[in-house]
């Protein structure tokens, strides 16, 4: 015997729990209840309930594990009057959620109720399709992509860590690219520089990332800064941004970085090769060493060989770069455990990771107790680019 679509909406109701939009709130505020939007993108688009995870009706089964994997967590689900989350309701019940409640009246319920709502920033059409590999991690989703589409990364250096960090930066949607270079391309950095290419040696390497990054997404504002940082630029400089990846070679500027990002509390996400071998870690102020906890003053001449003298396999900084490209992203997104605090290592040749731990230098002359206000009285002289050993390491 077939049912009508009534009876079957009346059966639904008498078999979940409603509540009106008061009642939701308070679950949404007092309970870490997750309130989930079960209609369309297009109604979506015209307003929703702040913080609702969206997903529409057709996929909640497919999707609800993933979204919300502990089944004793209260959930509030909304549609646009109060039919679909029922029936949306029965379906998290029959999963065995076993709080799940209806918004009775939906979303125009709420809005008439006088409670907060807002339009959601939202992706256009091509933007949905550009990042739909990263729309269907659940760590990431259409709020993560917002994020790294509205973050701000300043690249130190377009040369061998900077060049594989920007490019996947750019390819992963973080929407404003600052980049620090005042060199121009030599055919000599091609080997491992990929953001050049062979027709644009002699030019700037700013305007040369420029190129490869706008052809590769639209979405990403490149700003060019042509100049060489010193501490006369660098706090007006990276104020501008919300993360520093320092993809420099030289102490000097390492030095320089780590303490304009202590002074502006900006994190720095440290990356350096020699030969076969690069570490990579993350330092943010306050939550863990700086660089001058490990590294308090630069090794003296004679052990820190120019690159130039000491030479890199072409693929290391492709390795280590990414590796810094991908703390910026979670940082960003604000998942998972950046290298904070810790030190990872790469061996090429023996294809091997190490992790050491680092601890904060409480008598550090950057982070300690004694640090400066300004970087005026700091000298900053150039010794070489090798990696330094750590001290008792
Ligand atoms: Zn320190």
């Known amino acids: ?14 078999a979940i729990q409603e509540v009106d939009p008061t009642a939701a709130d308070t679950l949404r505020l007092d309970t870490n209840a997750v309130v989930i939007d079960v209609r369309e993108q297009d109604e979506v688009d015209q307003g929703a309930i702040p913080g609702a995870v969206h997903i529409p009706r057709g996929y909640l089964e497919m999707r609800i594990e993933d979204a919300v994997p502990d089944r004793s967590r209260p959930i509030v689900l909304y549609c646009a009057g109060g039919v679909r989350s029922a029936f949306a309701a029965k379906a998290l019940q029959d999963l065995g959620y076993q709080e799940t409640v209806s918004l009775a ?12 709502w807002a339009i959601p920033q939202s992706l256009t059409a091509d933007q949905r399709r550009r990042y739909s590999r990263h729309l269907l991690i659940p760590e990431v989703g259409e709020a993560g992509q917002q994020k790294l589409l509205d973050a701000k990364v300043l690249l130190v250096g377009a040369g061998g860590l900077g060049s594989p960090a920007a490019y996947y930066l750019a390819a992963a949607g973080v929407g404003t690219l600052g980049i620090v270079d005042a060199d121009v391309v030599d055919d000599s950095n091609l080997q491992r520089q990929i953001i050049h290419a062979t027709d644009r040696v002699g030019m700037a390497k700013v305007e040369s990332a420029r190129i490869a990054i706008e052809a590769l997404n639209p979405d990403v504002n490149v700003i060019g800064h042509e100049t060489r940082l010193a501490k006369e630029n660098v706090l007006d400089i990276f104020a501008q941004y919300d993360i520093v990846l320092d993809g420099t070679d030289n102490f000097a500027t390492r030095y320089l970085i780590n303490d304009a990002c202590v002074l502006l509390d900006k994190p720095n996400i440290h990356g350096s090769i020699f030969r076969f071998e690069g570490q990579a870690t993350t330092f943010v102020a306050g939550q863990g060493p700086c660089y001058r906890c490990l590294f308090p003053t630069p090794p003296p001449p004679e052990l820190a060989p120019s690159c130039a003298e000491a030479g890199v396999l072409g693929l290391l900084p492709g390795t280590i770069g990414l590796i810094q490209a991908t703390e910026v992203v979670k940082l960003i997104l604000d998942i998972g455990e950046p290298l904070i605090g810790r ?3 790469y061996d090429a040749l023996r294809t091997e990771f190490r992790t050491l731990r680092l601890s904060r230098d409480p008598t550090c002359p950057m982070c300690g ?8 009285a700091i000298e900053y002289s150039d010794v070489g680019c090798a990696i330094p050993a750590l001290t008792g390491a």
Not at 105 to 116: C, I, M, R
Not at 369 to 376: G, Q
């Open 343 to 345: 030190l990872l290592t």
């Open 369 to 376: 107790s004694d640090a400066p206000s300004s970087l005026d």
């Open 105 to 116: 009246g939906g979303f125009s319920a709420w809005k008439s109720a006088g409670l907060p």
């Open 1 to 14: 015997m077939s049912t009508s679509y009534r009876t079957l909406l009346d059966q639904t109701k008498a």
